[in-house]
């Protein structure tokens, strides 16, 4: 059975840092994709970041918004995504969803499995 599971989230200030890990099982990283995603109250769900699978060379893709500052990663060993979170804004609170479409490349379609989501809040 595929299943996500988020953690990491939680109340950081403006400028701080998280990472936020992934726990998939019922499927390999090596063979699909898996992203990012969050969703902020009134706002729409935007794509964050993802990580293809290895047998596609595990290319990374953020969004322009955290470009720079957040940096997708994955332990191929231990089915595990990570991301890490830089320098983070106020616009960044949203819960956080690790998802796959299990296809081996990213994409914007087709997320048929999340986890729970984990709660990232920045704020002073």
């Known amino acids: 059975q595929v299943q996500l599971v988020e953690s990491g989230g939680g109340l950081v200030q403006p400028g701080g840092s998280l990472r936020l890990s992934c726990a998939a099982s019922g499927f390999s990283l090596d063979d699909y994709a898996i992203g990012w995603l969050r969703q902020a109250p009134g706002k729409e769900r935007q794509g964050v970041s993802c990580i293809s699978s290895t047998s596609t060379g595990g290319t990374t893709r953020h969004a322009n918004s955290v470009k720079g500052r957040f940096t997708i990663s994955k332990d191929n060993a231990k089915n595990m995504v990570y991301l890490q979170m830089n320098d983070l804004k106020p616009d960044d609170t949203a819960v956080y969803y690790c998802?796959?479409?299990?296809?081996?490349?990213?994409?914007?379609?087709?997320?048929?499995?999340w986890g729970q989501g984990t709660q990232v809040t920045v704020s002073s």
């Open positions: 998802a796959t479409a299990l296809a081996p490349a990213c994409t914007t379609y087709g997320f048929d499995y």
